[in-house]
């Protein structure tokens, strides 16, 4: 698997994936509906793309998940890449 910027025209694909997983965590001990804000939406992660948080997890050319992956000037000098949201098809 390797993950690259996500491409605009797999938005929507990127969605599908992350309403499926993240709507699935009640399988393995999640809380209905206690999911991430933005999660299901598409202007959300065209948000993520355009501001460039937005990648997309590959396993050859097959699409299988996306990550959101903020700066982190808060802690400075601790400054760094956080992962805020990682999600993959099951």
């Known amino acids: 698997m390797y993950i690259v910027k996500a491409e605009a025209d797999q938005i ?3 969605v599908d994936i992350s309403v499926r997983a993240f709507e699935t965590d009640v399988n393995v001990g999640g809380v209905k509906g206690d999911c991430p804000p933005g999660f299901d939406s598409v202007e959300w992660h065209k ?3 355009r501001e460039g948080h937005l990648y997309q997890a590959m396993i050859g050319k097959d699409l299988v998940g996306a990550a959101i992956v903020l700066l982190s000037l808060i802690w ?4 760094g890449m ?3 949201m990682l999600f ?3």
Request: proline share 6%; charged share 20%.
């Open 12 to 14: 929507e694909k990127i």
């Open 47 to 49: 948000q993520m793309a």
């Open 76 to 79: 400075i000098p601790h400054a």
């Open 82 to 84: 956080s992962v805020q």
């Open 88 to 90: 993959t098809e099951n």
